[in-house]
């Protein structure tokens, strides 16, 4: 190696302890009737690196040590093995190692911190071993500072020091996506995006809830399996992203105050577990995720009751309710635009909503006339605040399937 | 590519610097560069010794101001380890050390990374993942006044609330006392290490600090519009670029090399008509040197003409020139004696494909499954289409493309001699290597330990074997590829399909296919895929109407089919998996998988194989159809390989499930790879699963292995990195059955990841010496000689005594890049 190393007469190794990988052998197999006859066979049949009594899959199972440095993401355990070995022909006293992981802007020391560890002595050729872990949780470069401190034979103290410099690199990208319900609840949609060089299995995503909410995830084919509805084998690829869905529901003392509710923008935090090659595991949790206070405005409108199914040029009605969210009384003139979509509303096109208080609500049943087939969006309610003037338009109060078809009754939802 | 697991030492003249202060080395970190390049940028550094800073070319990013966010996370984080070990230096400044060895680093790397160093200047801000939208989920405590104008403009853009908003999450690492005492996480640590894991978990806050917070903002990207990116940031992916370079340009010089060997190739094909020897004019009904091989073929032969008794001695004497080095007889009479002799291995390999067809008795009548040549004279037409038993076409069967089946119906229903196919529907193959192979083990003997250690080895080598089908097979089963492969040379040379023969037309014999498909075979055992690639060109997809038996009516008469063995299709679609080209390979895997399912279509409806109508008798028909879906199950074994090799575990997942179904005598087997299919792709519960599947079909107890249960759950506590447990684990194994090399294996390496090394080593050894055919095994070479590597300084003696023993035990197919020898 450089000449440096060559005035101490110990020596320092440090090798990355990434998981070990399977050895695949090469098999290459022919009919017996062929020219080689069975001698390929019989070799491939020999090889220990080929699990006996089947072709060759590809998956191996002969254990081998890495062989190259590889990558290392935040979140995951930095392993190494540290070997000290004596080169010279006599006894070394007094040796001690030491391993600092440097970051940009702190320390970690990893080995040989304590004061009083006692201090090995070690025979001609003989060598320590140390195994040092850390969880990586800072990103960009790190330098493990590794120093050996020892006597000479002359008695006189000798120490040396060696750098490895690595960058940890960010594994995962997260987006979220927020939709707030008009019953309350929030969707969470988190697009979980393998930002690392191989494939890598999701072990865990959860949503840790903030105490304002109650969370049901919905990625399991049904609330008791346990099978993720991403498949059967759990893999990400390289570059791939996979969809979250989170439902959360307000906690009855939440929803006891709407006011409270509305300013509740903290959801909770994504919660995140990976492994990849040969089980090295990963974990990272997101900040606090935030979504934007819904906007009401004064008054908002919610459907109540509404058939999922109707057929077509057969009216149905809709149950809307009209609540007063603002600090003082509301006049309210109720007016039709056009039914949007597929129908037509039927009915009286201009009344006046009685008038409500604060925080009170009334409800109103509507009639539509369905006309046109397919999924509809049930639009055009315009409702009008008689004294500041201010229109609210409603162009996405709900959908509705419309269908040839006789529908049976009590499609509702 | 060579790689090196261990961390290359930064060459540091640091020791100095540590003499003059006995105090701590940690003191004063700092990293040296013997080219000078600009090293440690510290900011703050009055309190730092003045020599540690020895830069002469700062760079730009580093003597940017400290972003803000360094200075915020300062405070508290540094609190516990001040309180630990008072440092002012290190816990406050935030050092950026720009040039010290990478870890990765071969010197290459070493010098791209001072490289960058010089340019990162000009390489633009990554681009981290910005979506115009986006707006950044905001930081605990410290930032909430820029997040609020990001609501403030979100809200702005979206509608009564229902708008959706996407936010980039930075991400941050767990945090809470409980990871890190986690059950797995506990388990695993070793003995060695408890302490400062320990002592390290107490430090950890269990809120989030600052650091994280501001690691956090370097993370997020409207930050950085706001804040200065912190310097380590452009460092991180400006290396990152380079790194991909550097392996981008690897990959480009290998695929040079590659496309420069084709060049080369093709260079020869283009020089040789002019050189080419004489009499080489071969027209493809009569070719001058095929001739021999139906004629020669009958030595003894009551009904030979005249002529051609004649012919066979003038060729004769032309084979003699060929083998001119060997003892001189003709390589065919070799045959017959072999044949007469009953040699070795002609248990297994009857060639009856040389055997003279007038000698034509009963007994060569019933089906001998490995007549894959029949010929036949002009003469005996009938007879060996008799002789074109049921085994024969059931496996040469293949449906050949449209443009091969016209040429083909052109050529059996035109008089004899006047159909003569375009050019480009020939296969012209020929050898693409102008030398003999060495042999490899040797010649490192020979540098290594010199002559006289070299001298020593005797191992088979094409000269020393009969140059003939039967010294081939010595070869091969004496593990001396490279030899096998010189001697298939020789034979293909012999056949006018030599070194410069490619391009030019020749005649094939399913003699001659044979030969390349044991040629292509060692090959790519060697892993010589570049080589194997470019002789393969030439067959292109196996498909040529050169290639059926029906193209050569003068020398099989009737019979019917691919000249083409089975194994050799399937290694063709295989070889551009190992070059990296997974989807040809893929293409080229579902091409023959298609046809499998098309003849195994044909054969159920009451057709024969490639659709004609054919009388079968029931059995005729099982036995094919059972071959055919054999063939086919071959086939979905090399898909799965290649899946994966190409780590779609999805695709290898389903196969795999597919097999299970499909093959029920491997059905243990294949839950096992399953399994570790699984652990490889880190899901350990399925990984479990699929044990526990491995377990329930295995046989009961008294016929039950203890050993593999043990080896998987070997595997799954690998998985949670508990290595200690896993090496009882083996060790249990081990005590059941000590003379299995894989647990062996697999326990010695658990024992290095328990810091157990010498151990390890001494488990190795003792395998090998006491088992060196066995035991000298690629993998586990490359195992012990990585671990050489890490213990000790005398690794080279160590691996030259491997060596030795290498070349007492082992034939010259051996890969000695396993040893992984310094070059001298």
């Known amino acids: 190696m450089d000449s440096k190393d060559k005035d101490h007469i110990l020596s320092l190794k440090v090798m990355r302890l990434t998981r070990p990988s399977l050895f695949t052998g090469l098999s290459v197999g022919c009919d017996a009737r062929d020219l080689p006859g069975d001698h390929l066979n019989a070799e491939t049949r020999a090889d220990i690196a080929v699990p006996p009594g089947l072709h060759n899959t590809g998956v191996g199972h002969l254990l081998l040590l890495p062989q190259s440095f590889g990558n290392i993401y935040l979140g995951e355990t930095f392993s190494c093995c540290l070997c000290v070995h004596n080169d010279s022909n006599e006894i070394i006293r007094d040796v001690a190692i030491k391993a600092v992981l440097q970051m940009s802007n702190q320390r970690v020391p990893l080995l040989g911190d304590d004061e009083d560890e006692p201090l090995h002595q070690l025979q001609p050729s003989d060598t320590i071993n140390e195994v040092i872990q850390h969880e990586v949780k800072d990103i960009g470069t790190h330098i493990l500072v590794c120093a050996v401190s020892y006597q000479a034979s002359s008695g006189e103290q000798q120490n040396f020091r060696k750098f490895f410099k690595f960058q940890v690199m960010k594994p995962l990208d997260v987006k979220t996506k927020f939709y707030n319900a008009e019953c309350d609840e929030v969707y969470l949609e988190a697009g979980v995006q393998n930002i690392t060089s191989g494939p890598l299995c999701l072990e865990k995503v959860e949503l840790e809830p903030s105490p304002y909410f109650t969370v049901v995830s919905m990625n399991k084919i049904s609330t008791d399996s346990n099978s993720l509805v991403f498949g059967g084998i759990n893999t990400i690829n390289t570059h791939d992203t996979r969809q979250y869905l989170y439902c959360l529901k307000p906690r009855p003392e939440a929803r006891a105050s709407p006011a409270t509710l509305r300013h509740a923008t903290a959801i909770g935090k994504l919660d995140i577990v990976w492994r990849t090659n040969m089980g090295d595991r990963g974990r990272l949790q997101t900040s606090q995720l935030q979504r934007m206070a819904p906007q009401y405005g004064d008054v908002r409108v919610t459907v109540e009751r509404i058939p999922s199914v109707v057929q077509l040029e057969r009216q149905f009605e809709v149950l809307l309710t009209i609540t007063n969210i603002c600090e003082r009384s509301l006049d309210l003139h109720l007016a039709f635009l056009g039914g949007g979509g597929g129908s037509e509303w039927s009915g009286v096109s201009s009344q006046t909503v009685p008038t409500l208080s604060p925080g009170q609500y009334t409800s109103l049943t509507l009639s539509l006339l369905p006309l046109h087939t397919g999924l509809q969006t049930i639009a055009g309610v315009r409702l009008t605040d008689t004294f500041l003037k201010r229109t609210y338009d409603y162009e996405n109060l709900a959908q509705v399937f419309i269908t040839r078809d006789k529908v049976r009754e009590k499609g509702e939802v | 590519m060579a790689t090196n697991p261990f961390a290359q030492p930064l060459p540091s003249d640091s020791t100095n610097l540590v003499e003059d202060d006995g105090r701590s080395f940690f003191d004063q970190l700092s990293a040296q560069s013997e080219e000078s390049e600009a090293v440690i940028q510290q900011h703050m550094s009055e309190a730092l010794p003045v020599e540690a800073i020895t830069s002469t070319q700062s760079l730009p990013f580093t003597t940017q101001p400290n972003p803000p966010h360094n200075e915020l996370s300062m405070q508290p984080v540094s609190l516990p380890y001040n309180t630990h070990q008072p440092d002012p230096l290190m816990t406050q400044q935030p050092v950026h050390v720009s040039v010290t060895e990478d870890f990765s680093g071969t010197q290459e790397a070493t010098m791209m990374s001072s490289m960058h160093n010089e340019s990162s200047g000009d390489i633009e801000q990554p681009t981290l993942d910005v979506v115009p939208v986006l707006t950044t989920a905001p930081l605990q405590g410290s930032q909430t006044q820029n997040f609020e104008q990001d609501v403030d403009a979100s809200n702005a853009l979206s509608q009564q609330g229902k ?48 650091v994280q917070s501001a690691m956090m903002m370097s993370m997020s990207t409207s930050m950085l519009v706001t804040n200065p990116s912190p310097n380590t940031n452009v460092d991180i992916e400006a290396t990152t670029v380079k790194f991909q370079q550097a392996s981008l340009d690897t990959c480009n010089e290998r695929e040079l090399q590659t496309v420069s060997h084709t060049s080369t190739a093709a260079k020869d094909t283009q020089l040789m008509p002019g050189s080419s020897p004489a009499g080489n004019t071969v027209s493809p009904t009569a070719p001058a040197q095929q001739k021999p091989l139906s004629s020669s073929a009958k030595p003894g032969s009551t ?20 083998f001119s080095n060997t003892k001189k007889t003709n390589p065919f009479e070799s045959m017959t004696t072999q044949i007469s002799g009953g040699g070795n291995d002609s248990a297994m390999i009857n060639p009856v494909y040389m055997s003279p067809t007038d000698s034509f008795n009963i007994s060569n009548a019933i089906p001998s499954p490995d007549s894959f040549l029949t010929p036949a004279t002009e003469q005996d037409v009938f007879t060996a289409s008799l002789l074109s038993s049921d085994a024969d076409r059931r496996h040469d069967a293949w449906i050949p493309s449209e443009s091969t089946r016209q040429a083909l119906v052109a050529m059996t229903t035109s008089p004899p001699g006047t159909y003569f196919p375009e050019k480009e529907l020939l296969t012209m193959p020929g ?20 002559e006289e250690a070299a001298s020593k080895r005797k191992i088979l080598t094409a000269a020393s074997v009969t140059q003939d089908d039967r010294g081939l097979r010595q070869l091969i089963a004496a593990g001396c590829y490279h030899a096998a492969v010189n001697l298939t040379t020789q034979l293909l040379t012999v056949y006018g399909q030599g070194e410069g023969r490619a391009g030019h037309p020749s005649k094939h014999t399913a003699h001659s296919i044979q030969l390349w498909f044991t040629r292509i075979a060692l090959l790519i055992k060697l892993r010589r895929f570049s080589l194997a690639e470019v002789e393969c060109q030439y067959f292109g997809d196996l498909d040529a109407p050169d290639l059926y038996f029906e193209f050569y009516p003068e020398l099989y008469g009737g019979r019917k089919g691919s000249m083409v063995p089975f194994g050799f299709r399937l290694l063709v679609a295989e070889l551009p998996q190992h070059l990296g080209k997974h989807t040809q390979a893929l293409d080229r895997i579902t091409a023959l998988l298609r046809t499998c399912d098309q003849i195994i279509k044909n054969l159920g409806v009451g057709l024969s194989e490639d659709g004609s109508s054919l009388e079968m008798t029931s059995n005729m028909r099982d036995d094919s159809l059972k071959l055919w879906r054999t063939r086919r199950q071959r086939v979905l074994y090399s898909v799965t390989n290649c899946a994966v090799s190409l780590k779609d575990f999805r695709l290898a997942g389903s196969l795999l499930e597919r097999l299970i179904q499909e093959d029920p005598n491997a059905v243990a087997g294949l839950y096992s790879a399953l399994g570790r299919m699984c652990l490889q792709l880190g899901d350990v519960t399925a990984a479990q699963d699929m044990f526990n599947q491995h377990l329930e079909h295995s046989p009961p107890p008294p016929q039950h292995d203890p050993v593999q249960g043990l080896l998987h759950s070997a595997y799954i506590s690998i998985a949670q990195n508990a290595f200690k447990d896993a090496s009882e684990i083996l060790q249990q194994a081990h005590k059941i059955n000590s003379n299995n090399g894989l647990v062996i294996n697999n326990l010695a390496v658990c024992l290095m990841y328990t810091g157990r090394v010498s151990e390890a080593i001494k488990l190795m050894e003792g395998a090998i010496i006491s088992q060196p055919e066995r035991f000298l095994h690629e993998a586990l070479v490359l195992n012990l000689a990585t671990m050489y590597e890490l213990e000790s300084s005398n690794a080279h003696q160590k691996k030259l005594k491997l060596l030795s023993s290498i070349a007492q035990h082992k034939g010259d197919s051996f890969n000695v890049a396993a040893l992984k020898l310094q070059p001298q």
């Open chain 2, 163 to 210: 708008g959706a908003t996407q936010f980039n999450i930075p991400l941050t690492p767990q945090y809470d006392s409980s990871a890190t005492k986690d059950s797995i996480f506990n388990q695993t640590v070793s003995p060695e290490t408890m302490n400062t894991l320990s002592s390290h978990g107490t430090g950890i806050p269990t809120q989030l600090t600052p």
């Open chain 2, 303 to 322: 009904q030979g003409s005249a002529q051609d008794s004649f012919k066979s001695k003038e060729n004769e004497s032309k084979f003699l020139k060929y």
């Open chain 2, 431 to 450: 050898i693409a290597v102008k030398e003999d192979f060495g042999d490899p083990v040797k010649n490192l003997v020979r540098t290594y330990l010199g």
